[in-house]
């Protein structure tokens, strides 16, 4: 099916790039958003990184899946717009899984209390570790990527996706206890 609608984009026809669009824009959001950490850089983000997949389209590899090359793309915008502000400390973490609550969960001024204190210090240690860490939690354990996935995203061999996770965790799990996470 998308082997198809990329074929009709490269014969010119823009409609058959919406379905796309559609299709990856909510995963395409939540990565943007993990990397930049701001909902309305990552909106800019997706919208840019689709951009530029229209205009690379007539080079894409159609034996190759359209998700992963799009997140490619969408991963490596972000990285420049990253550089381009030239700072890191607007960062933020955004988990919908910190979000939600359990079932039967009330909300409750302290509890609302603990889970910013928990997104603030998990976007710290974040914040402490290098891209190729940050981006495959991110990845990973925020977005639920399968290795195969991430190994596309990132051009890395899947037994390379396995061992930068296992370092990314073990860095991750430091920089918790430094902040001192294992005190909360």
């Keep these: 099916m998308e082997r198809e609608l990329i074929l009709k984009c490269r014969s010119g026809d823009t409609r058959f790039f919406e379905p796309l669009v559609r299709a990856y824009e909510p995963a ?4 943007a958003t993990g990397i930049l950490g701001h909902p309305d850089e990552a909106r800019d983000g997706v919208q840019e990184a689709f951009i530029k997949a229209w205009q690379a ?4 590899d159609v034996k190759r899946r359209f998700g992963p090359w799009f997140f490619q793309i969408l991963r490596n915008h972000c990285r420049d717009m990253i550089r381009g ?3 890191r400390s607007n960062y933020e973490v955004k988990d919908e899984r910190l979000e939600a609550r359990p079932a039967g969960e009330r909300a409750s001024p302290e509890r609302d209390r603990q889970r910013a204190a ?4 998990i976007r710290r240690a974040l914040d402490d570790l290098g891209e190729e860490h940050r981006d495959i939690l991110i990845l990973k354990e925020i977005q639920g990527f399968r290795y195969a996935e991430i190994a596309e995203i990132l051009e890395i061999p ?3 996706v396995a061992s930068r996770l296992y370092h990314a965790r073990r860095a991750l799990k430091d920089a918790l206890v430094e902040l001192g996470a294992d005190e909360m």
């Design 118 to 121: 928990t997104r603030e210090v």
């Design 28 to 31: 395409a959001l939540r990565v």
């Design 57 to 60: 389209l007539p080079r894409f």
């Design 158 to 160: 899947e037994g390379t």
């Design 85 to 87: 502000r030239r700072s």
